[in-house]
């Protein structure tokens, strides 16, 4: 059986998990420390957000490196330590791929922008001439996920005005071109560089990214040039055919579609093994909407063979605690709704912090460090901060230091230690259920091979 099929995989917020050096960031070092943690909780394996070399303009999905690791997280022997010891406790490591774009600070960026126009340098990147006088307006209306529009304008060049590239995140993120063979090959480097290194798989960002018509103009609410063109799917396969070299490894893909036929192209046999379904997430806490929600997510896989898998949130999505109500009344649903996630057959995975019912956090605007909070769109800092730990140390036990995202004095009553020692705490109700899940043939994912 295929471990991922029925796996519970646990978001690890790297900056918002655990510091080890007391520089107020969360770190690879600080989760080796949590490991006992996570194998007393029963999850299978980890899903860490990016750990690559980054500016860190968007808390590291902004890469400037694939294949090396930022300080700030530690190094690739860190790396290595974490993957055996994870090992060890019998949890799996998945790592968060990028694909869609680099950072406007990566050498090919760089290269590109001192190279002339329609040079090999600039194909690997969407690079169009404006619009209207002079090119002063963007090549076309797209706008960007996180504000604004997805063109961004370089400086003026010796030969001319400069050109628009396209982000359709932050203007720090341009995107990759995905008809250039270089861009392949260097995801097929990365792939194999963190497969060598013993990662059991990836999570793919964005994975209805990548691909874009350009020149296409949208003909219903449905039809959106951005995303989910039918190319991406010749992505998947590439990444596919080189995990099939690796056995037991796995490529999930985070895919923002809402029509569950396309969702199910993702999953064909050929292309992904899992994608993370959102719907759930998306759905107010109302039986017949929730209902609906899983009934299309298992159609969807069902009608391809795949395995279902389910998510209530991530590092962008408002906590279950807060997103169902206020107060004892959200933390009751969000309970509820935990334990219908974790009866669903199918992957499943937590968000860090979800495990303790922390609800969002109310920062001050000057503590905000969302690189969507910084285009004038609301932050998703209140689902990041920092996880408490124990209520009698400083900051909660994440740090020594201080936190990069200030913890809420109401965190104190929902530490990990003392909700241990409670058998009513959120936590205990995670246990059970994660422990009934591994005692229900069907859920259980088989233990790790051995050396």
Not at 176 to 183: A, G, I, M, P, Q
Not at 413 to 424: I, K, S, V
């Amino acid at each position: 059986m295929q471990w991922w099929r029925d796996a519970v995989f646990y978001q690890v917020y790297v900056p918002s998990f655990t510091d080890s050096d007391g520089d107020g960031i969360g770190d690879l070092q600080g989760i080796r420390g949590r490991l006992g943690y996570l194998e007393l909780l029963g999850v299978d394996a980890l899903w860490l957000s990016p750990i690559y070399a980054s500016p860190m303009v968007d808390n590291g999905y902004d890469i400037t490196d694939h294949r090396a690791v930022d300080p700030v997280w530690g190094d690739l022997d860190a790396v290595d330590e974490l993957i055996a010891d994870a090992h060890a406790h019998g949890i799996r490591v998945t790592v968060d791929l990028v694909p869609n774009h680099t950072s406007d600070q990566h050498p090919w960026f760089r290269a590109a922008l001192a190279s002339p126009t329609g040079s090999p340098e600039r194909d690997r990147y969407h690079f169009r001439p404006g619009q209207g006088v002079g090119g002063a307006e963007p090549p076309n209306s797209w706008r960007s996920v996180f504000g604004g529009s997805a063109w961004t304008r370089e400086p003026a060049r010796d030969e001319g005005p400069g050109e628009w590239f396209l982000h359709l995140f932050s203007p720090a993120q341009p995107d990759l071109n995905w008809t250039n063979l270089e861009v392949w090959a260097d995801l097929d480097k990365t792939l194999r560089f963190w497969l060598d290194r013993g990662v059991d798989g990836f999570r793919i960002d964005a994975a209805h990214g990548m691909c874009k018509q350009l020149d296409a103009t949208p003909t219903s609410s449905d039809d959106d040039p951005r995303f989910d063109q039918d190319d991406v799917h010749d992505v998947h396969r590439m990444i596919r055919a080189t995990l099939d070299h690796y056995p037991e490894r796995v490529a999930i893909g985070a895919v923002g579609v809402r029509n569950a036929a396309r969702f199910a192209r993702y999953v064909r046999q050929d292309e992904l093994h899992l994608a993370v379904d959102t719907q759930l997430a998306a759905s107010r806490f109302d039986a017949e909407e929730v209902r609906a929600a899983i009934e299309d997510c298992l159609n969807a896989v069902g009608s391809v063979g795949a395995a279902a898998s389910w998510l209530l949130s991530d590092h962008d999505v408002s906590r279950p605690a807060s997103r169902y109500g206020a107060g004892p009344v959200g933390t009751a649903r969000a309970r509820a709704m935990a334990l219908v996630q974790l009866a669903l057959p199918g992957a499943a995975y937590l968000y860090n912090g979800d495990e303790l019912g922390l609800p969002d956090a109310d920062l001050p605007d000057e503590a905000r460090r969302d690189a969507v909070w910084h285009h004038g769109e609301d932050s998703r800092d209140g689902c990041r901060v920092p996880q408490p730990w124990e209520a009698d140390l400083p900051a909660y036990g994440f740090t020594t230091g201080e936190p990069w995202l200030p913890i809420p004095d109401d965190y104190a009553l929902l530490g990990a230690a003392e909700q241990l020692e409670d058998t009513g705490s959120t936590l205990s109700l995670y246990r059970r259920a994660l422990e009934l899940r591994r005692e229900h043939p069907g859920f259980a994912a088989p233990p790790l091979p051995g050396p």
